[in-house]
């Protein structure tokens, strides 16, 4: 189940199913850089995304929405977000630190082979995938799992399924 303090009320609600679903399952929110740049500031966030949601740890914990290299770069300030995030999987408050972009793939490139991150979300669909394609191969060369966000480009491709048969 993947969801994000922004997504609404969408936390509270998986919390509630969460309460009454049986048997396993992954979570993943995220927080932003540009909202969560201080240890304090994302500790409080993802203690309130586990009370939210009512559950001990988040799976896929996200780096969010980096749409340029002055967000990561916030992100992995010494000190500041990302050494935070390591803190709070050391506590075991989170498996996995991903990142969620939307950058060029050239910069998804970078981000990747920093080595920081355990995958990626990341929009790509038939329309753009020669803007990202290069940061998917960076995530498969290192073994790293890309979940695929607006697959369909945002409603684009069905909407236009007679104009893009091409593809």
């Not at 290299?69 to 916030?74: A, F, K, Q, T, V």
Request: hydrophobic share 40%.
């Amino acid at each position: 189940f993947h969801t994000a303090p922004g997504y609404r009320d969408s936390e509270e609600i998986f919390g509630l199913a969460f309460r009454d679903m049986p048997g396993e399952f992954i979570v993943s929110t995220k927080a932003m850089p540009t909202s969560c740049p201080t240890p304090e500031t994302v500790r409080a966030s993802l203690m309130r995304s586990l009370d939210r949601m009512g559950v001990p740890k988040i799976d896929f914990f996200h780096v969010w929405c980096l749409r340029k290299m002055e967000h990561y770069e916030l992100a992995i300030q010494p000190g500041g977000m990302y050494d935070e995030l390591l803190k709070c999987r050391d506590e075991g408050l989170i498996d996995h630190i991903v990142v969620s972009t939307h950058q060029p793939g050239d910069q998804v490139r970078t981000i990747i082979e920093s080595g920081r991150f355990e995958g990626a979300l990341m929009g790509v669909n038939m329309l753009n995938f020669p803007y990202r394609w290069d940061g998917v191969m960076a995530a498969a060369e290192r073994g790293l799992g890309v979940v695929a966000m607006n697959p369909l480009s945002g409603g684009v491709i069905p909407q236009h399924e007679q104009k893009l048969a091409f593809l």
